[in-house]
T-cell receptor, first 113, second 114 residues
Framework: DVKVTQSSRYLVKRTGEKVFLECVQDMDHENMFWYRQDPGLGLRLIYF???????EKGDIPEGYSVSREKKERFSLILESASTNQTSMYLC????????????FGPGTRLTVL | AQSVTQLDSQVPVFEEAPVELRCNYS??????LFWYVQYPNQGLQLLLKYLSGSTLVKGINGFEAEFNKSQTSFHLRKPSVHISDTAEYFC????????????FGEGTQLTVNP
């Protein structure tokens, strides 16, 4: 079974802090994704990566950056956290280049005070 | 650009009743369609998917969906729901031209009451 893990289930940070969210997958998948989930808005794509050191902006990249130095790990970085980044963050991975099943981690609920 | 609309934000039903969760998409090209389920305090897991072939797709836990190209819909159905089906359900679409990225709908909260 594919396993996608995220470094924290709950995180509380202060405005202006730099925040790192880590995601690791164990199935050698090429593609990895970061989404944020907000009530009534569904999931929105922040960034995705289709290979090591490769990244593409999603629909809402402002205020975020990402890093993919190893195939199994995809990090989401909030350079200076703001209260409007309080949300649930979900990581996913996918094998291959065509649309198919994305495997999700359990999510990180981030609160920015 | 692709978009997805889930027509009902909340659907309350009684146990053993049938249910339909509605999903419409807009796209000018071929699409791939998915339904995901999120149980409380968990990530998303795939219920079913349409990639090609038969327009009636069967998934896990007795769910099925029908791809209707003329109506640009992909409604999810189950003939008899259980309490354990209480969860949030997300419809998602991917266009062939956008690679593997998905666009999700807003979600439908299904609540099954005894």
């Amino acid at each position: 079974d594919v396993k996608v893990t995220q470094s924290s289930r709950y995180l509380v940070k202060r405005t202006g802090e730099k925040v790192f969210l880590e995601c690791v997958q164990d199935m050698d998948h090429e593609n990895m994704f970061w989404y944020r989930q907000d009530p009534g808005l569904g999931l929105r794509l922040i960034y995705f990566s289709y290979d090591v050191k490769m990244k593409e902006k999603g629909d809402i990249p402002e205020g975020y950056s990402v890093s993919r130095e190893k195939k199994e790990r995809f990090s989401l970085i909030l350079e200076s956290a703001s209260t409007n980044q309080t949300s649930m963050y979900l990581c996913a991975s996918l094998s291959g280049s065509l649309p198919d099943t994305q495997y999700f981690g359990p999510g990180t609920r981030l609160t920015v005070l | 650009a692709q978009s997805v609309t889930q027509l009902d934000s909340q659907v309350p039903v009684f146990e053993e009743a049938p249910v339909e969760l509605r999903c419409n998409y807009s796209s000018s090209v071929s699409v791939y369609l998915f339904w995901y389920v999120q149980y409380p305090n968990q990530g998303l897991q795939l219920l079913l998917k349409y990639l090609s072939g038969s327009t009636l797709v069967k998934g896990i836990n007795g769910f099925e969906a029908e791809f209707n190209k003329s109506q640009t819909s992909f409604h999810l159905r189950k003939p008899s729901v259980h309490i354990s089906d209480t969860a949030e359900y997300f419809c998602a679409v991917s266009e062939g031209t956008s690679g593997s990225r998905l666009t999700f709908g807003e979600g439908t909260q299904l609540t099954v009451n005894p």
